[in-house]
């Protein structure tokens, strides 16, 4: 369904959303509905996706450009005429439930994603449909975090995305239909994927869910034309012990036991096969290096250690690998054998950094569960600095108890798989933060193939305060240079434009912008549900538009909508 709205007369927008009831049972496989509008859509060739940074028409990456820095562009939409942004159009899908999505813009057509799978193509203009795929998602439970998808890659003609169970799809980018489709494991097994996939050089790349489901992680390269499988890299290697690190990556104490780690580990051997690893976010992609950089998850089971000695490399790291062979490079791991699930999943971002003698070089930045922004060398993924706690930590590294033991932050973060955005002039990463303090419980259970597999739980302690806030740092120094609180914890992402803007949205509804400098809010629009999605931009007709997903949050419980919303100037 498709509805267009004229500009309301405030600052503050309300649209509540009509609740439109979807029975995905009745949905058909490969189902593309047709519309009598027909777009036309132009070739994706590299050369658009390597300029992408530079790109003012499209959005072509799920974080706007190789290096994932979420900053785009043009400044028709800026601080001083930003209070003038209305809605331009709404667009409701047929699902429902939470979105993560984040639209691609290619001339003027948009493709969006829904919970459960669907794709729209939409004219990026006007909210009309273009077309709209339906896959056969079959009746199973073993995903994580709500039934979610972050959307597609482009490339050539094709749009690709991964699915629930676990496949890579091929779609034909003016109707929709199934041009190829990989298994990429087995679903029964804890497998999926709700991340968007990386197009680069004629591979589909994509890594794989399933953390909590003892899996062993990795990431895939496929032919863009043929879906043929060209290499694999396993992010839990064959001996996942490591160095026995007992400190974070901080320097903190992990209050491991060693010696009982090693004995576990002499007694049931190396337990790679079922160790983890999930990638939950896309990589970025350095083409001058030819490499790719992303963050590994958290091991499995979740807060049980005692089945999983050694520091259970490479889960909880940063790690690069060659973009032709998947051979490894190097990595990084925050937090070795993690019992807090605070994995690291929101995706890295490839930009100059200071180093540690004050020269620029080729940095990395990453923003942690622990509240940190990491900053790393590029060139051998190693730490140059953390910035300072964007969220309160207390009694870290504290070890589960089956009574349960309050350690801060709780498992949510900090920074969840929300990315963050950076503003290269400004010199600023911004990042949102929840605070959920919580009780880590362990409870040893074994591995139950491919189901649930946390050993124990983390719960939210009801009596304690939660909240959220949006946080500059400097990355250059590490020092925080403003944040706003926000009055629930925050999940969705960031972006950053020319215009000197942050826009981020939250699960109350409130979709907001920032001055990029000094976090003054802007203007604000009060949506019918959570705006827990990345929002883009896009320009068309020499009209920049603003456009994010306002469908809540399964795993945080915001309210649930369909709606996805472009915004552009009053006239």
């Not at 001083?80 to 047929?94: C, D, G, Y």
């Not at 009746?139 to 039934?147: R, S, V």
């Not at 089956?402 to 955005?421: D, I």
Request: charged share 20%; hydrophobic share 40%; aromatic share 10%.
């Amino acid at each position: 369904m498709n509805r267009r709205t004229a500009a309301s007369g405030g600052a503050v927008g309300l649209w509540v959303t009509a609740i439109v009831a979807v029975s995905l049972g009745t949905a058909q496989a490969q189902e593309v509905k047709p519309a009598t509008i027909y777009g036309d859509m132009f070739a994706v060739k590299q050369d658009m996706l390597n300029r992408s940074a530079g790109d003012g028409n499209n959005f072509l990456h799920t974080n706007a450009n190789y290096h994932q820095t979420r900053y785009y562009p043009a400044r028709q939409i800026n601080v001083s005429n930003v209070h003038q942004l209305r809605p331009a159009w709404i667009f409701q899908t047929e699902v429902v439930e939470t979105m993560e999505t984040t639209p691609i813009v290619v001339n003027g057509v948009m493709y969006v994603t829904t919970a459960f799978n669907h794709v729209y193509a939409l004219d990026a203009r006007t909210g009309d449909e273009l077309w709209h795929y339906v896959h056969d998602v079959p009746p199973i439970e073993n995903f994580c975090c709500g039934p979610n998808n972050r959307g597609v890659a482009v490339y050539e003609n094709t749009v690709y995305m991964g699915t629930l169970d676990a496949q890579l799809l091929a779609l034909d980018a003016k109707t929709g239909k199934v041009v190829w489709k990989q298994q990429i494991a087995d679903p029964e097994l804890g497998y999926s994927e709700t991340m968007a996939p990386t197009a680069v050089n004629g591979k589909i790349l994509i890594g794989t869910n399933g953390g909590e489901y003892g899996i062993r992680g990795f990431v895939k390269a496929y032919d863009a034309k043929t879906g043929d499988l060209l290499w694999t890299f396993n992010t839990v290697p064959e001996n996942s012990v490591g160095v026995w690190a007992t400190h974070d990556a901080t320097g903190r104490d992990m209050h491991r036991d060693i010696e009982a780690e090693k004995a576990a580990l002499q007694a049931n051997g190396d337990p790679y096969k079922t160790l983890g690893g999930g990638v939950w976010q896309n990589p970025a992609v350095d083409l001058e290096l030819n490499r790719i950089f992303f963050v590994v998850g958290n091991p499995s089971p979740d807060l049980d250690g005692s089945l999983r000695p050694g520091d259970n490399l490479y889960t909880n790291s940063l790690v690069s690998v060659d973009l032709n062979t998947g051979e490894y490079v190097c990595h990084f791991q925050y937090i070795a054998h993690d019992v807090w699930d605070l994995d690291a999943v929101s995706p890295p971002i490839l930009t100059d950094v200071a180093g540690a003698d004050g020269q620029p070089i080729p940095g990395l930045l990453h923003g942690g569960k622990t509240g940190h922004v990491y900053v790393h060398d590029r060139r051998d993924c190693s730490l140059i600095r953390h910035s300072e706690a964007m969220v309160p930590q207390e009694d870290m590294w504290t070890l589960p108890t089956a009574e349960g033991a309050r350690m801060l932050p709780g498992a949510n973060g900090g920074v969840e798989w929300s990315p963050m955005a950076i503003d290269p002039n400004l010199r600023l990463a911004y990042a949102i933060n929840l605070h959920q303090p919580m009780t880590y419980h362990v409870d040893s259970t074994p591995y139950p193939e491919g189901k649930l597999w946390l050993g124990g739980a983390f719960k939210v302690i009801p009596t304690e305060e939660q909240w959220g806030n949006v946080t500059a740092v400097d990355y250059d120094t590490g020092k925080i240079r403003w944040q706003v609180k926000t009055e629930q914890p925050m999940i969705g992402g960031v972006l950053a434009t020319a215009g000197g803007l942050v826009f981020t949205g939250e699960g109350n509804g409130l979709f907001k912008a920032y001055d990029a400098e000094t976090g003054s809010v802007l203007w604000k629009f009060k949506a019918g549900a959570g705006v827990n999605a990345p929002p883009a931009s896009y320009t068309v007709e020499g009209t920049q538009y603003i456009v994010v997903a306002a469908g809540g949050n399964t795993q945080l419980d915001y309210k649930r909508g369909n709606d996805i919303i472009a915004f552009t100037l009053a006239e």
